[in-house]
């Protein structure tokens, strides 16, 4: 486990800058990060602990096209704008973790721009995977996943690698905590494993977690020298179990889990800037707290993406702007939020209140006590400390194993026999409960 220690305690609320402030795409606004900062408070009192920034860099369209690294996005503001939001942040003792785009960058980026300018000869030229005419022209390049707006790396280049390690180095020291590496995957382990020990030498308490999202998450760990990676599988384990009514999946999944818990803590979710969001995720939205309630009694360092808080919905689309409908424009401030998404935000505190009273959770590991289609309980436990937390997807009440459960914490249910080998919980429809346990 590389992880700083302060991560333990770690809960992210997740925003992506350009949409929330209503600058991609245009949605009314003044466009600055100081709209963030208005919001502040209302994170502290959702219980994080930490802001996770999308794209603040300059960029051609939504953030991930960089085209500067070290400048600020002009639709944000500029250095004073980020200055001030760090400064505010950290007043209240929220980490910030910004989001680093280094598998590629946008064609207006400048190093893109030398070989276009000057050919063969630009000093960037070997920055990029490039295939020249036999005569005039500008070059092929690779890309990211076929987008030609988005110009890959040539990540065997010494000096990408040095271009790298200047940018982290110099928004840490300029404040920031960590670093969110998109499209982690996309790049060779080899050289996070070259950059990142870099990064460290200065700044050994920075957090740096991968976005992965398949193949074998230990291994990319341990050869990128990554603290974390995203966890998909189990963001994908949660939604289908629940709308399919198949437990089964949840409990390889968290087999799974713990696996992954033996190398690294995973940095886990039910929603981010780049999927459907939770709520129109799910078939039934009485099944938006289980799902919460798996985010916060697992082991990771869970981050909730602004607005399912709330309840928010949208529906990411296969199409240009497909993302926009889970990227929205926030109000000015909390207090011109709709007043139906707060049942959800209340509940939201609530489990991370639980997560906070049992700071063990973050490494713990789970085992199934039983397992149906609909119904799932499960031990959570470091092996000083243990909860049982049960889960219903039926239409009907039940009645589940609770072995030694003494007290319900969270949810609505009844023991029956409690603090006996007999001990049963009573759930109603589409139920749940956190249970401590002896």
Do not use: C
């Amino acid at each position: 486990m590389s992880e700083p220690g302060w991560v333990e305690h770690a809960v992210w609320w997740q925003v992506y800058p350009l949409g929330f402030v209503g600058a991609y795409p245009p949605g009314g606004g003044d466009g600055k990060l100081d709209r963030i900062t208005a919001w502040l408070d209302y994170a502290i009192e959702l219980g994080a602990s930490g802001l996770m920034l999308g794209p603040v860099f300059a960029s051609e369209t939504h953030g991930y096209d960089t085209t500067d690294h070290l400048t600020i996005d002009p639709r944000l503001g500029g250095d004073a704008e980020f200055d001030a939001l760090i400064a505010a942040a950290h007043d209240r003792g929220l980490r910030v973790l910004l989001d680093g785009v280094f598998n590629h960058v946008g064609r207006g980026h400048a190093a893109f721009q030398a070989v276009l300018e000057q050919g063969r000869d630009a000093p960037t030229a070997r920055w990029f995977r490039l295939t020249w005419p036999d005569g005039a022209g500008e070059p092929q390049y690779e890309t990211f996943e076929g987008h030609g707006a988005l110009v890959a790396l040539n990540h065997l280049e010494p000096a990408v690698a040095d271009y790298v390690v200047d940018v982290m180095t110099h928004w840490l020291r300029r404040g920031a905590d960590g670093w969110r590496l998109d499209a982690a995957y996309a790049v060779p382990a080899a050289f996070w494993a070259k950059v990142l020990p870099r990064v460290r030498a200065e700044f050994p308490d920075a957090y740096l977690v991968g976005e992965v999202i398949h193949g074998d998450y230990p291994s990319f760990v341990d050869r990128s020298t990554m603290d974390s990676v995203t966890q998909y599988e189990l963001w994908k384990a949660v939604w289908s179990s629940l709308n399919e009514g198949n437990f089964f999946e949840l409990s390889w999944a968290l087999e799974r889990h713990n696996l992954f818990l033996e190398t690294f803590v995973p940095q886990t979710f039910t929603g981010n800037h780049d999927v459907t969001r939770l709520a129109s995720k799910l078939l039934d939205p009485k099944h938006v707290p289980l799902a919460l309630v798996l985010l916060f009694t697992v082991g990771g360092t869970p981050s909730i993406y602004s607005g399912d808080e709330q309840g928010f919905t949208g529906v990411k689309e296969d199409r240009e702007h497909g993302d926009d409908a889970v990227r929205p424009p926030f109000p000015a401030g909390p207090d011109d939020l709709a007043p139906y998404g707060w049942p959800i935000y209340h509940l939201h505190q609530e489990l991370i209140g639980l997560r906070r009273r049992h700071p063990w959770l973050h490494r713990a590991r789970t085992s199934t006590v039983s397992l149906a289609n609909e119904q799932l309980v499960y031990e959570v436990t470091d092996g000083s400390h243990k909860l049982l937390i049960a889960l219903s997807v039926g239409a009907d009440s039940t009645m589940l194993p609770a072995p030694y459960a003494k007290m319900v914490l969270n949810g609505d249910a009844e023991l029956k026999e409690p603090g006996s080998a007999n001990t049963t919980v009573v759930l109603p429809a589409a139920g749940w409960a956190v249970l401590e346990a002896q």
